[in-house]
C-alpha cells in the first residue's frame, strides 16, 4: 500500500523553528520528486518547497526562501523540511507530496499526498 506519513508538526512562537519529516512505504519514493505543500483555513493548498530525485535540486516558494530548507534521505526514504525563523502566516497543515518537479507549478504534478501535520505559529 502507497503511504506517506508526516510527522513533527506543533505549536511554536514566531521566530522559532520545527523540523517536518515525511516517510516513505511502497513505491512512492524512489524516482519520484518530493514535495511539501500547505493549506491553511479557507485557502486553497500552495506549493512550498520541492526536491528533486535524486536530490540535485531544489525549489522553493518566495514566502519560504531562506528560511525553509528541504531535503532527503534515500536510504530511508525520508524527506525533510526544516523551518526556521517561523511566522503567524506559515500557520497550516502541511502536506507532503511525491510526484515530478513541475509539483513547484501546480499540483498536478503531485501524485501522492500525505494526510498532513498540523503547524500553528503563535505571535
Known amino acids: 500500500q502507497v503511504q506517506l506519513v508526516e510527522s513533527g508538526g506543533g505549536l511554536v512562537q514566531a521566530g522559532n523553528s520545527l523540523r517536518l519529516s515525511c516517510v516513505s512505504s511502497g513505491r512512492t519514493f524512489n524516482g519520484y520528486a518530493m514535495g511539501w505543500f500547505r493549506q491553511a483555513p479557507g485557502m486553497e493548498r500552495e506549493f512550498v518547497a520541492a526536491i528533486s530525485w535524486p536530490g540535485s535540486s531544489t525549489y522553493y516558494s518566495d514566502s519560504v526562501k531562506g528560511r525553509f530548507t528541504i531535503s532527503r534521505d534515500n536510504a530511508k526514504n525520508t524527506v525533510n523540511l526544516q523551518m526556521n525563523s517561523l511566522k503567524p502566516e506559515d500557520t497550516a497543515v502541511y502536506y507532503c507530496?511525491?510526484?515530478?518537479?513541475?509539483?513547484?507549478?501546480?499540483?498536478?504534478?503531485?501524485?501522492?499526498w500525505g494526510q498532513g501535520t498540523q503547524v500553528t505559529v503563535s505571535s
Open positions: 507530496a511525491s510526484g515530478t518537479s513541475a509539483m513547484r507549478i501546480g499540483v498536478q504534478a503531485v501524485v501522492y
